[in-house]
Structures are given as C-alpha cells and as structure tokens.
C-alpha cells in the first residue's frame, strides 16, 4: 500500500476513534467502537515501509477498554450502593443516564454548539443518573430523604465514572494515533 493510502487510512482511523470517543461522551459504547476500529486498521493496514498499527498496540488499546469499563461501573456504582441503593434504582439510574445525555446533548448544543454539547452530555447524564435512581428509590417505597441521597451518589458517581472513562478513552486514541502515524 503507497504511503498516501497508508496515511489517508490511518486518518480515517483517528476519525473513527474520534467519533467512538465522542459516542463515551453520551453514554455508549465508545471505547468498543475505537478496540473494533483499531484492530480492523491492525488487521487490513499496512504501509509499505513496515510499522504500522501494532498487534501490542492494538492490545494496549484492548487493555485500556476494559480498564475504562471498570473504571466507569465501579466509581459510578460505588456511591449509590454505598447509600443502599436498589437494583431498580440502578437499573433506572443507568438508563435515566442514557437518556439525560442525548438531552443535555441537545439543549447544550443550543447554547454553545461544540464545548455545550459535550458538557450538556456529561451534566444531562448525570441530572439523568439522579432522576432515574430517585424514581427507582420511589418506586420501591422508599422515602424521599433516602431517594434524595441515592440519587445524588448516582450523579456524582456518573458524573466521576464518566470523567474517568473519557480520559482512558482519550488515552486509546492517542495510542492508537501514535502508533498508526509514527510507529
């Protein structure tokens, strides 16, 4: 392969891990999209000089995503059990989150179209978080104090758990681009 075509892939690569990054932002399996995008890159893409996308790299990238996975449920999860949380509050917790992202999304991209959308995602999700586990809380009888206080460790551990899977999401498109452009 000419080193135009290696190149011109090796940036669609970036781009395509952009936008897994982008879907980690709202609640989706992002970090996924960039291990499935990298590998398919390692796999088909190879410049004529040698180097390229590394099967190590590669593994790195597989590494980091399941890293971000634990990462994502253990801080997300820890505050709300630790408040006692139930499993329909969890469960409504998660799926408030889902929603409350593609909404904050909207409404922040009506304020300031990139950093509002992005911030909107991440705040939305976390309002989510909150509403789904309190309604789970009330839902199972529980009073509005204790609905309250799972609620709240919901938003903030979605908050902390999305934080801390967009910097290891971050972190696999760097490895990614490194190694596909100057390996």
Sequence with gaps: MSNTWYYTWAVL????NLGGFTATVFGLPGTWLIVLFSALFTLFV????????TWWAWGGVLVLAILGEILEFAVGAAGA??????????????LGAMGGSFGGSA?????????????????????????????????????????????????????????????????MVALATWDSFWN
């Design 13 to 16: 690569l970036l781009l395509g």
């Design 46 to 53: 190879h410049p004529l000089e040698g180097g390229g996308l």
């Design 81 to 94: 059990a630790k408040q006692g949380a139930s499993r329909r509050a969890m469960i409504l917790a998660t």
């Design 107 to 171: 409404v922040g991209s009506g304020l300031l179209p990139i950093v509002g959308t992005v911030v909107g995602a991440i705040l939305g999700g976390g309002l989510g978080a909150f509403a789904g586990a309190w309604l789970g809380e009330y839902w199972r009888g529980s009073d509005h104090q204790k609905g309250f206080a799972v609620g709240t460790a919901a938003f903030i551990g979605r908050l902390l758990g999305t934080l801390s899977k967009l910097l290891v999401a971050a972190s």
